[in-house]
């Protein structure tokens, strides 16, 4: 009779075939398990960056009596900056965060973008950088990254020199205090996460409402500019170190990982009308963004850390952004 042909350790080929085949099976049901496992750390990383800003931003309010300016300019009225120096939230930070050394490499009585400034804004500071981003490296070799975008308002983030302010919590020459919260720490945002990667509609053309728009007509506003503006080269949040809303801020017009496309190809796009430096009124669409499934980490005013899923409502995402809305939020809304 023939016999089944066997392999030298005594295994039929069926045998081993099933084998491989239960092993192969194995380690498709543990890869998934493996990569939970992994985004769930970056995502409690991401979470105590966050809360070391929170810190800083808390750290910084005891001894200066207000949370730090977003931006620092000199101009007149809605004209453009005379004087443009840029140093953003973050840079202001350092010194209550354990980073005196990236602080005293800076000179922070002129432009932040000054030649002598070059090692102090090329830094590459790990707490600003989520784990989960995918896009790491510097976007030239000279401004460093960040994934944690400060709350500069719902829509229009800059009204000119005479009247500083937004209805967020950060701008130019201007910065909140603990008693400006009217609406409660635990119920206002401070920062939140977004990518440093992807182009932006920037110096645009057209006009804009200074009066916030719906979620659609935000929507629709991008899609409609496509043309009037520049797509930028430089995406959001390749500068850490600058204040503007373009490059370190976010916008809660609409809610996290909401697809704003605009262009033949349906790309996703941030919108900025123009650099605050440029002029008011500036309007932006800068939306808190994440590799994280279903949502994103967001601070709030009292220094703790939430994870935010992205589908809140646009309404409770707006009032979260507002210090002073006067809304009432559900603890269970978000």
Same mark, same amino acid.
């Given at each position: 009779?023939?016999?089944?042909?066997?392999?030298?350790?005594?295994?039929?080929l069926?045998?081993?075939?099933v084998?491989?085949? !239960? %092993? *192969?099976? &194995?380690i498709? $049901?543990?890869?998934?398990?493996?990569? *939970?496992?992994?985004?769930?750390?970056? @995502?409690?990383?991401?979470?105590?960056?966050l809360?070391?800003?929170? $810190?800083?931003?808390?750290n910084?309010?005891?001894?200066?009596?207000?949370?730090?300016?977003?931006?620092?300019?000199?101009?007149?009225?809605?004209?453009p900056?005379?004087i443009?120096?840029g140093? #953003?939230?973050?840079?202001? &930070? $350092?010194p209550y965060?354990?980073?005196?050394?990236?602080y005293?490499?800076?000179?922070y009585a002129i432009?932040?973008s000054?030649?002598?400034?070059?090692?102090? !804004?090329?830094?590459?500071?790990?707490?600003?950088i989520c784990?989960?981003?995918?896009? =790491?490296?510097?976007?030239?070799?000279?401004y460093?990254?960040?994934?944690?975008?400060?709350?500069?308002?719902?829509? &229009?983030?800059? =009204?000119?020199?005479s009247?500083?302010?937004?209805?967020?919590?950060?701008?130019?020459?201007?910065?909140?205090?603990?008693?400006?919260?009217?609406?409660?720490?635990?119920?206002? &945002?401070?920062a939140?996460?977004?990518?440093?990667?992807?182009?932006?509609? @920037?110096?645009?053309?057209?006009?804009?409402?200074?009066? !916030?728009?719906? @979620?659609e007509?935000?929507?629709s506003?991008? *899609?409609?500019?496509? #043309?009037?503006?520049? !797509?930028?080269?430089?995406?959001? #949040?390749?500068?850490?170190s600058?204040?503007?809303?373009?490059?370190?801020?976010l916008?809660?017009?609409l809610?996290?990982?909401?697809?704003? =496309?605009a262009?033949?190809?349906?790309i996703?796009?941030?919108?900025?009308?123009?650099?605050?430096?440029? #002029?008011?009124?500036? /309007?932006?669409?800068?939306?808190?963004?994440?590799?994280?499934?279903?949502?994103?980490?967001?601070?709030?005013a009292?220094?703790? /850390?939430?994870?935010?899923?992205?589908? %809140?409502?646009?309404g /409770?995402?707006r009032?979260l952004?507002?210090?002073?809305g006067?809304?009432?939020?559900?603890?269970?809304?978000?």
């Amino acid at each position: 009779m023939r016999q089944t042909r066997r392999t030298h350790n005594g295994f039929t080929l069926i045998e081993l075939l099933v084998v491989i085949a !239960i %092993i *192969a099976v &194995l380690i498709a $049901l543990l890869l998934p398990a493996v990569q *939970a496992a992994r985004e769930a750390a970056r @995502r409690m990383q991401c979470t105590n960056n966050l809360k070391q800003l929170g $810190l800083g931003v808390h750290n910084y309010e005891s001894t200066v009596g207000m949370f730090p300016i977003g931006n620092a300019n000199l101009g007149i009225g809605t004209g453009p900056a005379i004087i443009e120096m840029g140093w #953003g939230v973050a840079s202001r &930070l $350092l010194p209550y965060m354990e980073q005196a050394n990236a602080y005293n490499i800076g000179n922070y009585a002129i432009k932040y973008s000054n030649a002598q400034n070059l090692t102090a !804004i090329g830094l590459t500071l790990n707490f600003l950088i989520c784990p989960s981003e995918v896009k =790491t490296e510097k976007f030239t070799p000279v401004y460093g990254i960040t994934n944690y975008g400060w709350n500069m308002g719902t829509w &229009l983030v800059w =009204t000119g020199y005479s009247s500083p302010g937004n209805d967020g919590m950060f701008g130019v020459n201007f910065g909140r205090r603990i008693a400006d919260i009217r609406d409660g720490t635990s119920n206002t &945002l401070v920062a939140s996460e977004s990518l440093a990667s992807g182009p932006s509609l @920037r110096n645009c053309s057209g006009s804009f409402p200074t009066s !916030i728009p719906t @979620r659609e007509e935000m929507l629709s506003i991008v *899609a409609s500019s496509y #043309g009037s503006c520049s !797509i930028t080269k430089d995406p959001w #949040g390749t500068r850490w170190s600058n204040g503007a809303s373009y490059y370190s801020g976010l916008t809660t017009g609409l809610p996290p990982n909401t697809q704003v =496309t605009a262009g033949p190809n349906k790309i996703r796009f941030n919108l900025i009308s123009k650099d605050e430096n440029e #002029g008011a009124p500036t /309007v932006a669409i800068v939306t808190a963004a994440s590799n994280h499934a279903g949502g994103v980490n967001a601070m709030l005013a009292d220094g703790s /850390v939430r994870f935010v899923k992205s589908t %809140i409502s646009a309404g /409770v995402w707006r009032a979260l952004g507002t210090p002073q809305g006067g809304e009432v939020i559900s603890a269970d809304s978000y």
